[in-house]
């Protein structure tokens, strides 16, 4: 029966045992759960601006739009951004706790390297999310981001896929909003999943 539920998915995400120390605040300061918490809210306030966002030219004016005539759009939005800010916090001092406690040896290395991507996944996330703001600012940016991009072996392509062609006073592409919304999105969902998934197979977290 431990056997069958330590095979099931529902076993690792609701199991019938935990390592009582696992249960303790320190043990993780529930780091990884705010990151989750994080995601959820990111996702669902993400989904309600995308009714209204339009990338590209009009990207600034949809925001204002958003702002002073949508109900609650300013919030959402307000959310939606903060959220965002939450998440790159929880997920760093999370991997700088995995540092702490060395809970990156064996048998967590894999679980290591996985978490390390999704990272730099977050920062991109939160990195491109800037991008589709819209405005001279984000134009900037954009521009920082295609330098620094150009000076990797291929990067010249790597910058026109991701980038598209922005300009210096609007950073909003749709090439931009793809990999927002549905690649960088899709992959950070699917590596907590297996992050959760590996962390219950490897036997729980390490405590302080």
Known sequence: MVKKEKSSFIG?????????????????????????????????????????????????????????????????????????????????????????????????????????????STVILDYSGYLLRGGQESGAAASVGQTLLRTLPGGQALAIVFFGQPSPLNGSTINVFVWHIFILSGIAGFLQMFHFWRVRKNGGVRPL
């Open 12 to 120: 690792h995400i609701r199991p019938r045992q935990i390592k009582a120390g696992a249960l303790r605040l320190r043990a993780t300061f529930c780091l990884g759960g705010f990151s989750f918490l994080a995601f959820t809210i990111l996702t669902i306030t993400g989904v309600l601006l995308m009714f209204y966002y339009q990338p590209g030219d009009k990207a600034f004016a949809t925001l204002s739009e958003i702002d002073s005539a949508l109900p609650y759009g300013g919030f959402i939005r307000s959310l939606h951004f903060w959220a965002g800010q939450l998440m790159v916090i929880s997920v760093f001092l999370h991997m700088v706790r995995v540092v702490w406690t060395r809970s990156y040896r064996p048998i967590s290395e894999l679980n290591w390297i996985v978490g390390v991507v999704l990272f730099v």
